[in-house]
Nanobody, 127 residues
Framework: QVQLVESGGGLVQAGGSLRLSCAAS????????MGWFRQAPGKEREFVSG????????YYADSVKDRFTISKDNAKNMMYLQMNSQKSEDTAVYYC????????????????????WGQGTQVTVSS
């Protein structure tokens, strides 16, 4: 199985940028389709972005499309989320997750489809 650790969170002003990283160990991330989720206080965990195991196909929530970019480096066993033009509503704990099944066979927006999770990293956007 794979272990995931997020980093790169912090405090940023509205309109600024942050880059989150997800470091994997135990197994190569080329074996998984992966995603980024976020959870704000009092809200359910929501899908932000996903990427298939080869890195050739990406998916975004409407709320982050054209602002966030997901990528992965299978050789380094890393996944990233570049967040630009940030808004106060982006404030949340961000989690990376890995799914053994392909996105074609699941509802990739649903957290329950992912077997492996990191511990999360806090992102706070000040307005």
């Amino acid at each position: 199985q794979v272990q995931l650790v997020e980093s790169g969170g912090g405090l940023v002003q509205a309109g600024g940028s942050l880059r989150l990283s997800c470091a994997a160990s135990g197994r190569t991330i080329s074996s998984y389709d992966m995603g980024w989720f976020r959870q704000a206080p009092g809200k359910e965990r929501e899908f932000v972005s996903g990427i298939n195991r080869s890195g050739g196909r990406t998916y975004y929530a409407d709320s982050v499309k054209d602002r966030f970019t997901i990528s992965k480096d299978n050789a380094k066993n890393m996944m990233y989320l570049q967040m630009n033009s940030q808004k106060s509503e982006d404030t949340a704990v961000y989690y990376c997750a890995a799914c053994q099944q392909t996105f074609y066979s699941i509802n990739y927006h649903r957290p329950s489809e992912y077997e492996y999770w990191g511990q999360g990293t806090q992102v706070t956007v000040s307005s």
